[in-house]
């Protein structure tokens, strides 16, 4: 049983390797069991260099509409540009009405080969625009364990906007 989402917790660090970093957009896409996208973020902190080696972002984010934590489906990570970023960590998180975290989702251990460009010959022809992370295999309420296979690096469905 889950509750009304009052508002999004999202932290992202960026890898510490050479390149890692990148100033292109990035987009946070979340969806609902019907496959609509319900939420479309922008993660851009206003006064803050995003996505340097070695840093984590955060963001918080209220929700557009109104819906339940069990309403969300899955994610979409997607950049918009050919500064090839490569993150290491993400956490998502839904607060209820009453400020508790609600659900959190996170994928702690990034495959390093899973940079994100839209320039797929990027890291050795490995990259790609946007993963999606599914809800049933990152869902982690009571479990610390880090999954490890979140993120579906291909599918095939894109959305440009
Ligand atoms: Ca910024
Ligand atoms: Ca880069």
Do not use: C
Request: charged letters at 25%; zero cysteines; aromatic letters at 12%.
């Amino acid at each position: 049983m889950t509750t009304r989402v009052a508002e999004y917790q999202i932290a992202i660090a960026t890898s510490t390797v050479p390149s890692a970093n990148t100033d292109d957009t990035v987009r946070l896409k979340v969806y609902n069991s019907g496959g609509e996208r319900i939420e479309n973020f922008n993660l851009d902190n206003p006064n803050r260099d995003d996505r340097e080696r070695g840093r984590t972002d955060t963001f918080t984010f209220l929700p557009t509409r109104r819906y339940r934590t069990n309403d969300i489906e899955y994610f979409y990570l997607q950049i918009y540009g050919n500064d090839a970023w490569l993150p290491s960590a993400i956490t998502i998180k839904t607060v209820n009405m009453q400020g508790n975290v609600d659900v959190q989702w996170s994928r702690l251990q990034w495959d390093p080969q899973h940079w994100l460009s839209t320039d797929r010959s990027d890291a050795n022809g490995n990259a790609v625009p946007v993963y999606k992370l599914n809800k049933s295999l990152s869902r982690d309420r009571d479990d610390d364990s880090p999954p490890t296979s979140a993120f579906d690096p291909n599918h095939s469905e894109y959305e440009y906007d």
